[in-house]
């Protein structure tokens, strides 16, 4: 009952430090649970969610952000294979005869779906699109109408979707009126754009999509290849396609041996063939010659951190090879690179952060780093933007297995914040007993950050039990930071003096047995006070039977002294007689110029003295200490 009084005392003298939870709110109790739909089928109910949730995932938003909104993009991924559909098979339907009247139906069905795409695109989704002017983000539905419609995209896009296929009435089924279906080119090239945007790993598309690159010009080469042989004439000379076997394949294995320039072909008879290799020979090599140059950056761009991580060790080793550091030391310095390249994916988080804006590097601390910092109870109830300025401080550091991170009796200057892995807090007579083991998102060295007057030594050894990633703010920096918070540093202040009562107390011990039968009616025994202890300079029997004796002789020494003043008393009246309840005069030693004692417990010439003194603690705010000494005085 005393100590929970003492906590609502301090809670009432100081409402800071009292419990964080805030009081449920008029709103939260009016708040009413959404109801649950059912569908009876069976014998059974179904919970289904209502049919404006559907509604709603498949109504169009009034405007589209091209960067964030994903479906966007999953539309664009539909427009792009409508493209490529155009793009691969208009050239093979011309050149090659694989559209026949037998299966003209189909072609013709895949024709029609792809312009339902561009249709789509034209009317529904490029109208919506969100664009930039000076600077402000427009997304008012008739000024993104105009823009569009002022824009390049608008003309090649109407061009795109121009019915040239009515002329199939009149000629016939020949692919070469949808040649306009390819100058859509620009959706083609925003969605790559997107694409890579929301990508993790954004460079294996580009190898991809390069690879794709190289494959369709390899196969508009095929189609001229079948194009100049069909007009030539099929098998009439040895460098045409002869018409033997899949057409399709030779054509294209004949592009490959030649735009690649591996040679080994027949040799061109005609003028007409001896033109057509030289401009396939100079358009190879210049292609060939740019994707491959494009692949070599795709793949220098992909291995740019590995390539960096690689340098930076093979620096170090050769520096320590240079100085002779120990095998020891330079396994270490390896495992450590090793680690926290596979940990991490880079060396330094901050030199990632460090191009970016502040208030972006502040969002992704936020992100990474806030639930852990929020866990502290010494940050809470602080200023939320002293929060964030901490954050932006904080340090990541990997520690490898056994390494210490503080050791006891040290000055702490830091408060770690465990990221990943655990780390052991060691104690005992020879300093390797495993006290506590402290997981991912525990705090420790929290106190030594706001202790002063030498209270801010380490009071155990902590060690990395592995691989342990620690988050670390220094004094100086939280220093800084509080310059400009006055009253989360007075808050964190009493949260010091909290946290260093609530840990500086011992642990409880066994519970109390109650006692049985009739010793239940008396209670239990009252401790023995403090003062009286201290008085019986001892423990137990010993301290009380010295206690005795030396009261036995000091009456005594009073008997002694009342037969002895009393033939004196007779002849000289004193006018004021001591009072009994005076307390006991302190006789002088022989030594003249020793003062005498305060608090003396004796009377008369006694061979003991019990002094009982106070003085001033030598550690600033603990008040005074008890002292009780027994003295012998000096011989005559």
């Not at 240079?322 to 450590?336: E, F, G, M």
């Not at 680690?339 to 590097?361: A, V």
């Not at 800084?480 to 009253?487: C, G």
């Not at 000494?629 to 011989?635: A, I, P």
Request: hydrophobic letters at 40%; one cysteine or more; a positive charge.
């Amino acid at each position: 009952m005393r100590e929970r009084a003492t906590v609502y005392k301090e809670k009432l003298k100081d409402p800071v430090l009292s419990s964080p939870e805030g009081s449920p709110t008029k709103e939260d109790a009016e708040a009413k649970p959404e109801e649950d739909h059912y569908c009876d089928m069976l014998c059974c109910k179904f919970k289904k969610p209502p049919l404006k949730n559907y509604m709603k995932h498949l109504q169009l938003p009034e405007s589209i952000d091209s960067y964030t909104d994903r479906r966007y993009v999953a539309w664009l991924m539909l427009v792009t294979v409508a493209y490529n559909w155009n793009c691969w098979f208009i050239p093979l339907r011309f050149v090659f005869p694989y559209q026949t009247p037998s299966n003209t139906i189909y072609w013709f069905t895949m024709d029609i779906l792809c312009d339902i795409y561009y249709l789509c695109d034209l009317l529904i989704f490029q109208p919506r699109v969100q664009f930039l002017r000076g600077g402000d983000i427009i997304s008012d539905r008739v000024e993104m109408k105009k823009f569009y419609h002022s824009s390049m995209k608008f003309r090649l896009d109407v061009v795109s979707v121009l019915p040239f296929d009515i002329l199939y009435f009149f000629f016939g089924f020949n692919p070469a009126f949808r040649a306009n279906r390819m100058l859509k080119h620009n959706t083609f090239f925003e969605f790559n754009d997107r694409l890579e945007a929301i990508l993790d790993k954004a460079y294996i598309y580009r190898v991809i999509r390069t690879t794709g690159y190289l494959l369709f010009i390899l196969h508009i080469n095929a189609c001229l290849y079948y194009w100049a042989s069909d007009y030539e004439g099929l098998g009439s000379t040895r460098w045409v396609y002869d018409g033997k076997g899949n057409m399709y394949l030779r054509c294209y294995y004949w592009a490959v041996r030649t735009l690649i320039t591996i040679g080994g072909l027949p040799e061109p008879q005609t003028l007409f063939e001896i033109v057509f290799q030289l401009l396939n020979f100079f358009l190879g090599v210049f292609v060939f010659s740019s994707l491959i140059g494009q692949m070599r950056d795709v793949i220098g761009a992909a291995t740019a951190g590995q390539n960096y991580y690689r340098s930076c060790m093979d620096n170090t080793v050769s520096y320590m090879n240079t100085y002779s550091i120990p095998r020891v030391v330079q396994n270490r310095v390896r495992t450590w690179y090793e680690y926290t390249w596979d940990s991490q994916g880079m060396l330094d988080e901050s030199e990632l952060l460090e191009q970016m804006p502040t208030k972006m590097q502040l969002a992704i601390a936020i992100d990474v780093n806030f639930a852990i910092v929020n866990k502290v109870d010494l940050f809470k109830g602080c200023d939320t933007q002293m929060i964030y300025d901490m954050l932006l401080r904080l340090k990541s550091i990997v520690y490898l297995p056994g390494d210490f991170v503080c050791k006891k009796g040290e000055i702490g200057r830091e408060m770690y914040i465990i990221k990943q892995g655990e780390v052991q807090v060691l104690g005992g007579p020879d300093g390797t007993k495993v006290l506590v083991t402290l997981r991912a998102g525990a705090v420790f060295g929290e106190i030594s950050l706001l202790a002063a007057g030498g209270g801010n030594r380490r009071t155990a050894d902590v060690v990395a039990h592995g691989f342990a990633n620690l988050f670390i703010l220094d004094k100086k920096t939280l220093n800084e930071i509080l310059v400009h918070y006055p009253d989360s540093e007075k808050l964190l202040m009493k949260k010091a003096k909290v946290l260093l009562k609530t840990k500086g107390k011992p642990a409880p011990g066994p519970p109390v047995q109650q006692p049985r039968g009739l010793a239940s009616l008396f209670g239990h025994k009252q401790e023995t006070p403090k003062l009286f202890k201290a008085m019986l300079g001892g423990q137990g029997k010993e301290g009380l039977t010295r206690l005795l004796q030396l009261k036995r002789q000091q009456d005594i020494q009073e008997t002694q002294a009342e037969a002895e003043d009393k033939p004196e008393r007779e002849e000289k009246k004193p006018v004021e007689p001591a009072a009994s309840s005076a307390p006991p005069a302190q006789k002088e030693e022989p030594n003249g110029g020793a003062k005498p004692k305060p608090a003396v417990l004796h009377r008369g010439t006694t061979n003991e003295s019990l002094i009982i003194s106070m003085s001033p603690s030598p550690r600033a705010g603990e008040g005074e200490i008890l002292k009780v000494e027994v003295k012998e005085k000096n011989k005559k």
